[in-house]
């Protein structure tokens, strides 16, 4: 039964089969070992056209669908401890935390979120919105970075061609419908007192 004695106490097996001695005869592997101790895929020493399961003797078609392991040559390796899913051994190769506590940040799972990002559905995501965009100093909300992207100014400040500013230029008024914002006059001013003498765009009789 393809048992062949190599000396009186000891047989082998053809290749692909194993010894089973209470039947005193050779067993066929598992279709996806090479070699093995038994006949199931967890009895393997080795995988044929599959993938050996490190430390566990376990023959496997892929790695994709096993929690905790990548692949690696023919080989599924363990991830990181931090890992339930993985590129890699290191801790900053993780796709998928291994604990409900931890949030993967740069590939990393942390137990706690680095400043300016906050725990969303067990990842770090940044505080600061995609489109965000850093305002002036002298801006309370603005359209873009520099000195005349804002929308709105502080308090006791007034906006102007988009500059926040502490009074409204001559030639404009503050407009009571728009909220604190200058408007340009109606009628000519003097230069350098603007729209002083106005409380809307028509001047007063």
Do not use: M
């Not at 010894?19 to 067993?27: D, M, R, T």
């Not at 199931?40 to 929690?67: G, P, Q």
């Amino acid at each position: 039964k393809g048992v062949v004695l190599t000396d009186p106490n000891t047989c082998s097996c053809p290749s692909n089969s194993f010894y089973n001695s209470f039947e005193n005869q050779c067993i066929p592997c598992h279709s996806l070992c090479a070699t093995c101790f038994g006949s199931s895929d967890r009895e393997c020493y080795s995988c044929r056209n599959s993938f050996l399961v490190e430390n566990k003797n376990w023959c496997v078609l892929s790695c994709e669908h096993l929690t905790g392991y990548y692949e690696e040559g023919s080989e599924c390796k363990a991830c990181h401890s931090d890992c339930s899913e993985c590129s890699g051994l290191e801790g900053n190769q993780c796709y998928f935390c291994s604990s409900p506590d931890k949030a993967l940040h740069q590939g990393r799972y942390l137990s706690e979120c680095p400043i300016g990002y906050t725990n969303t559905d067990r990842v770090c995501t940044s505080r600061i919105p995609l489109n965000y965009i850093e305002c002036h100093e002298s801006c309370k909300s603005c359209f873009k970075s520099s000195l005349d992207g804002c929308e709105s100014c502080e308090l006791l400040q007034v906006l102007s061609n988009g500059r926040c500013l502490s009074e409204c230029p001559p030639f404009t008024y503050l407009s009571p419908l728009e909220g604190r914002v200058c408007v340009a006059c109606a009628t000519p001013c003097e230069l350098y007192t603007g729209c002083l003498l106005y409380t809307s765009p028509s001047p007063r009789d």
